[in-house]
Every structure is written in structure tokens, then in C-alpha cells.
């Protein structure tokens, strides 16, 4: 059994500095992905989590069994978009945003073990949203990102600072989706103290 690796650790991705926007390049990673629309607390979005979590345990458990190769499950994330992006950092309508939940794994995860663990879970208690699930390569290259301590809602600030001022000076124009990675657990952890990377790929304008 090798020790157990924190991607969280070994990954610059996964470190950002406090309201401070910098260039990052970020490598292809895999996840665990499920698709959702709206307002992120309603019933929809929690049925989303409820399905990522026991399969990205029990893919933890059949690495550290199977290949001996044992990893702290990674934290949450999210992509986002809408017709209007406006909507995040002016009139925040989260009615209108659309989402992709996501738990990263480790490339040594295949597509077999993501399908034993799927009928694992089955087995047990099957999530509403089990089958919506896929594992999938995130492409996004050069991004830029900062973190953001502080209540979810109070995000429009930082990410006007990194849309309408930093991307632009550096001769960047946004691509892909708003990127944001929860490195506190919502339900421990008070608004005010919520550690949370905002995250946008960018390509040479």
C-alpha cells in the first residue's frame, strides 16, 4: 500500500491566493460529472451532490483495495453558465444558471471501475440521479483563478475584478465556463469562513 496522495496538495491548481488574480495552467483532469439547471438550493442541486459522493467513495475504496493505491476524496466542484453571464455578477438570477457538478478522480480511475461502482451503489441505496452520472476529461488549460473567502453570494466582486480588469490588462479574452472549486464543506463550515477558488479559462485575444 502506497501512502495516501492529496491531489489537493500535489496539484498547483488547487492553490490560489486570496483575492489576488494570477494566471494558472491547469492539466487535463478527470471527473464525475452530473448536469443540473437553477437555483443551487433547491432539491435539484442536492440530489445532484447525494449522487457524486457515494461513487466517488466507493471508486476511493476500490483503488486503495484493487490497485493499492489509496487518495483523499477531492472537494467539490462546480461549472457554470447562463445566456446572460451578467447573471453572476449583476442581478445574481439564480433561476437562469445552469450547472455541472463535479468530483475529480485520479487517471488510474477507468471506465470499469467507474461502472462497478455505479452498480455498487445501486445496490445499496440508489441516489435519484445515479444514472445521470459520467466520467469525463476536463480540458482547460491556461485559467485565471483566485480564492475567495466569504459567503457564496458575496463572489460578484472578485469575479468583476477578474472578467472586466485582469483578463483584459493581460491580453486575455474569456473561454469555456466559470470554474469553482468549494474547498470548504457547506455543511460545517459558516458563510463567512467558506474558502472557494474562482476559476476562468482564458485564451489570447
Known amino acids: 500500500m502506497t501512502d495516501k496522495i492529496d491531489f489537493k496538495r500535489t496539484l498547483g491548481c488547487y492553490r490560489a491566493k486570496r483575492d489576488a488574480p494570477a494566471l494558472v495552467e ?9 448536469d443540473g439547471h437553477g437555483d443551487p438550493n433547491t432539491a435539484a442541486f442536492a440530489e445532484a451532490v447525494s449522487a457524486l459522493y457515494p461513487v466517488a467513495y466507493s471508486l476511493k ?10 487518495y ?4 467539490l466542484e462546480g461549472l457554470w453558465w447562463a445566456e446572460d453571464m451578467g447573471s453572476f455578477t449583476t442581478a445574481r438570477d439564480k433561476t437562469r444558471w445552469s450547472w455541472t457538478l463535479m468530483i475529480m478522480t485520479p487517471d488510474w480511475v477507468t471506465d470499469d471501475m467507474f461502472a462497478a461502482a455505479l452498480e455498487r451503489v445501486a445496490a445499496k441505496d440508489r441516489p435519484a440521479r445515479l444514472g445521470d452520472l459520467r466520467l469525463q476529461t476536463l480540458s482547460e488549460g491556461r485559467c485565471v483563478q483566485a480564492l475567495h473567502v466569504g459567503s ?3 463572489e460578484a466582486g472578485l469575479l468583476r475584478r477578474m472578467h472586466d480588469e485582469f483578463i483584459p490588462a493581460a491580453g486575455m479574452t474569456m473561454v469555456g ?14 458563510p463567512s469562513k467558506r474558502r472557494t477558488i474562482l476559476r476562468q479559462p482564458v485564451a489570447a485575444s
Open 177 to 190: 465556463r466559470h470554474h469553482e472549486v468549494y474547498l470548504s464543506d457547506a455543511r460545517r463550515v459558516e
Open 152 to 154: 457564496y453570494d458575496d
Open 61 to 70: 475504496f476500490a483503488s486503495r483495495s484493487d490497485l493499492g493505491r489509496d
Open 72 to 75: 483523499v476524496v477531492m472537494p
Open 26 to 34: 491547469v492539466p487535463d483532469l478527470r471527473y464525475l460529472m452530473v
